[in-house]
């Protein structure tokens, strides 16, 4: 299994407990229903077959996570120790069945298990289990469900922070070089006080915009204990994913096409289209930004509040004690990170920059960290331990490096001294 692969698995570990880790407010009763209704529900599991999770698997991750101290990389997968070996049903015998169940929506299992074997889709000898059969075409979605009504009910968080409710709304056409962009508005709300932790205007709605919207609403207002998004693709990233869960941060999604979840913020976005872009009479982004944090924080922040009967502001800061702050160090969760193997000639290549790596690391697989906005500044890690900055490559000084007998590093010719340290081999 790749690193990639083990973050989106403790990512999603992470998902399950992580109301068991604010027991405060759970009893026993609680916590044994909470344990219940995950362990009956169906989950659509990274890098596994299986769509349901056992009561003592779920504590075991509990367990795991508060042992470590709330290290992420505690919910890693362990290696199999049956890799390699043949699996209960064989990839070609699996897209057989995925290709027959789609032709065949409406067959029940024991018949599609007949006409598995009626049509030879499965090799000689082999029999088919209908409980297997049942549990892959239920981890991939292929089982009919009813369309029985939902039970849909009006909620509110119990504490400021507990919840952030966010999306992204088409704003006006603005000025850019000369052309006329199309803007688009990054919003946060707080669930409890319906505060806005941070709202500001861009001319993408991509994940690069969305995470400096994000860091923004944390340094302002803290950490949220759970953020709940749509499904859109920046919402739907990786880094997203990873960056909530190593702040502690449940990443909760609404389920497709219903928008009902997210009421509070599609009603915020309602107020920004019809009392503040009415009123709005610039034409560059920066205006624009400038005039909504002006009426975020002279009206609708001071404005009761027509659920709550409060004003956002003072909702919000009557509860400050349960407030998380976020870390010193928060930029280092919103780095990028890629995989890269270090060359024979010490190089890596990152965004069409070529940088040199600590000898020792030759030939192995590394993780390189850095902000796309800054992407001379390149921290390395190994088996989860820094090795510091990268440094570019200079051409011209590797032409003047020689080793001794040692295989200590050497420069020759002048100026060698002015281009600082190079990395040496121990």
Not at 124 to 144: C, D, E, K, Q, W
Not at 206 to 229: E, H, V, W
Not at 318 to 347: H, W
């Given at each position: ?28 009763g609680e916590q044994e229903e909470l344990l219940r209704r995950k362990c ?387």
């Amino acid at each position: 299994m790749t690193e990639e692969q083990k973050q989106r698995v403790a990512v999603f570990r992470f998902g399950i407990i992580h109301e068991f880790l604010d027991a405060v407010r759970l009893d026993h009763g609680e916590q044994e229903e909470l344990l219940r209704r995950k362990c009956a529900r169906s989950w659509d599991i990274p890098s596994s077959s299986r769509s349901s999770i056992g009561r003592s698997t779920i504590l075991r991750w509990v367990h795991q996570y508060k042992a470590s101290g709330g290290k992420l990389e505690s919910l890693y997968p362990h290696e199999r120790n049956d890799q390699g070996k043949t699996r209960a049903l064989d990839e070609e015998t699996s897209l057989a069945l995925v290709e027959c169940r789609r032709k065949m929506p409406e067959l029940t299992v024991p018949a599609l298990i007949h006409i598995m074997h009626d049509q030879k889709l499965v090799p000689a000898g082999i029999s088919l289990n209908p409980s297997t059969v049942y549990r892959f075409l239920h981890g991939h979605n292929l089982m009919i469900r009813e369309n029985n009504p939902v039970d849909r009910r009006k909620f509110e968080a119990e504490l400021p922070n507990d919840l952030w409710q966010c999306d992204a709304m088409h704003g006006p056409r603005l000025m850019s070089d000369g052309k006329k962009r199309k803007s688009y508005m990054i919003a946060f709300i707080d669930d409890h006080s319906r505060l806005i932790p941070h709202g500001q205007f861009y001319f993408s709605e991509g994940l690069s915009c969305f995470m400096d919207a994000f860091r923004q609403a944390l340094l302002k207002r803290g950490l949220p204990r759970k953020l709940y998004t749509d499904n859109g693709s920046a919402f739907r990233s990786r880094q997203l994913e990873y960056t909530a869960a190593a702040l502690g941060i449940a990443l909760v999604h609404a389920r497709p096409y219903t928008p009902q979840g997210k009421g509070k913020i599609e009603r915020f976005n309602k107020t920004v289209q019809t009392q503040f872009l009415p009123c709005f009479k610039g034409d560059t982004l920066k205006e624009i930004n400038e005039a909504f944090d002006l009426w975020l924080s002279g009206d609708y922040h001071v404005r009761s509040h027509s659920a709550t009967q409060q004003t956002p502001f003072k909702r919000f800061t009557a509860r400050m004690e349960c407030l998380r702050s976020a870390p010193e160090n928060l930029m280092d969760y919103f780095r990028k990170r890629i995989q890269r193997r270090v060359n024979k000639d010490r190089s890596v290549v990152m965004e069409r920059r070529l940088f040199e790596a600590p000898v020792e690391l030759i030939g192995k697989k590394v993780e390189i960290l850095y902000h796309e906005e800054s992407p001379e500044q390149v921290e390395i890690r190994y088996q989860e331990k820094s090795w510091g900055l990268l440094r570019q490559v200079d051409l011209h000084v590797n032409s003047r490096v020689k080793r001794d007998k040692n295989s200590q590093i050497e420069i020759s010719g002048e100026g060698a001294c002015e281009t600082g340290q190079l990395w040496e081999k121990s």
